[in-house]
T-cell receptor, first 114, second 116 residues
Framework: NAGVTQTPKFRILKIGQSMTLQCTQDMNHNYMYWYRQDPGMGLKLIYYSVGAGITDKGEVPNGYNVSRSTTEDFPLRLELAAPSQTSVYFC?????????????FGPGTRLTVL | AQKVTQAQTEISVVEKEDVTLDCVYETRDTTYYLFWYKQPPSGELVFLIRRNSFDEQNEISGRYSWNFQKSTSSFNFTITASQVVDSAVYFCALSGDTGTASKLTFGTGTRLQVTL
């Protein structure tokens, strides 16, 4: 079991560029999440999904989009990168009880927008 | 709305000292769950414990112990005989059984530095 994997590990973008952060889990979890972690702060929820084809906004969704076409994959899209999106992004998954149970986190993607 | 407060931003201790990390929460849910996660310098988040609102028994796991008190809305974490490997950022988190897809609310974390 690889758990939750994320690619890339690091990325530098120029303002206005777009990119997709990839997230894959092999635990057959229905719930998946995207968080961002700014320096000295806790994690803030960007988007989440309760199953394939179902996504919803979290606390800080502006500037991001997601899709969930399969149980395993939950990519996060940044359309027009801005310096405010410089952060570490974590993908997580959990079983059918969602956030009531342990969430398994990926290793994170460190994104810098210049 | 849910809120988690970790008032201690940074704590420094010398190895073998005991240290307690504080966590205070706010929620209107009757049923809720509290968590602690560890984020070592390598950056990944590691699950430590989950406690539901109906279980106020304290828990001990090796050098780690947790004290849950509903009366003060606190879920504190104590490391006994701290070690250098305990150096990390520790997050307290809260989720509630609201009937909609539950979401996890994190505190801002406490950075623990253990030195020799």
């Amino acid at each position: 079991n690889a758990g939750v994997t994320q690619t890339p590990k690091f990325r530098i973008l120029k303002i206005g560029q777009s990119m997709t952060l990839q997230c894959t889990q092999d635990m057959n979890h229905n719930y998946m999440y995207w968080y961002r972690q700014d320096p000295g702060m806790g994690l803030k929820l960007i988007y989440y999904s309760v199953g394939a084809g179902i996504t919803d906004k979290g606390e800080v969704p502006n500037g991001y989009n997601v899709s969930r076409s399969t149980t395993e994959d939950f990519p996060l899209r940044l359309e027009l990168a801005a310096p405010s999106q410089t952060s570490v992004y974590f993908c997580a998954s959990s079983n059918d009880r969602g956030a009531l149970n342990e969430q398994f986190f990926g290793p994170g993607t460190r994104l810098t927008v210049l | 709305a849910q809120k988690v407060t970790q008032a201690q931003t940074e704590i420094s201790v010398v190895e073998k000292e005991d240290v307690t990390l504080d966590c205070v929460y706010e929620t209107r849910d009757t049923t809720y769950y509290l968590f602690w996660y560890k984020q070592p310098p390598s950056g990944e988040l590691v699950f430590l414990i989950r406690r539901n609102s109906f279980d106020e028994q304290n828990e001990i796991s090796g050098r780690y112990s947790w004290n849950f008190q509903k009366s003060t809305s606190s879920f504190n974490f104590t490391i006994t005989a701290s070690q250098v490997v305990d150096s990390a950022v520790y997050f307290c988190a809260l989720s509630g059984d609201t009937g909609t897809a539950s979401k996890l609310t994190f505190g801002t974390g406490t950075r623990l530095q253990v030195t020799l």
